[in-house]
């Protein structure tokens, strides 16, 4: 079976949550943030929470140095990317045992809706990387009164 590239079919989840083939779909509110597939043989764990004023996105790196972290906004994309340097000392390591994962990562997400996308900022705090993209205000919905002139 074949799958047009570009072509999403989504369903529908409980609370609100929707699934794309390709990536997965977060909706908080009147926000949605969808994962986007990147090229990279790492991608940290996320958790996606939606406080009063904002959408938080946290990314779980531990030991990667908040210097090794960058952060960008292109259009309404958000993008993730970074490096685990190695901490063992180079040279002929004989290994037991190798679980964690070290290199390159990238994480992307596409954010739709009520957010301000220039005043995304970022915190490195405990090996978590807590990406804040402000809300703004709802106008739809809102009751406007509108005056009813003569003549």
């Known amino acids: ?18 699934r794309e083939e390709g990536g997965a779909s977060r909706r908080t509110g009147h926000v ?8 990279s043989t790492c991608q940290p764990l ?15 790196i531990p030991g990667v140095p908040a210097a ?5 906004v292109l259009g309404n994309r958000i993008e993730i990317t970074g490096e685990k340097i190695p901490d063992f000392p ?3 390591t004989s290994f037991l045992c190798l ?4 290199g390159k990562f990238q994480r992307a997400f596409e954010v739709r809706g009520s957010v301000n996308l220039g ?20 106008r739809r919905g809102r009751e406007r009164r509108i005056p009813v002139t003569t003549g």
């Open 119 to 138: 005043e995304v900022s970022a915190r490195m705090a405990n090996g978590i990387l807590v990406i804040t993209i402000p809300k703004v205000a709802e």
């Open 99 to 102: 679980e964690r994962i070290f």
């Open 46 to 60: 996320s958790d996606i929470v939606e406080v009063d004023d904002a959408v938080r996105v946290l990314l779980e």
């Open 1 to 18: 079976m074949s799958r047009k590239i570009g072509v999403s079919r989504t369903r529908q989840k409980s609370s609100g949550e929707v």
């Open 32 to 39: 949605l943030l969808r994962d986007l597939p990147v090229d």
């Open 68 to 72: 090794s972290v960058q952060v960008r």
């Open 90 to 92: 180079p040279g002929d």
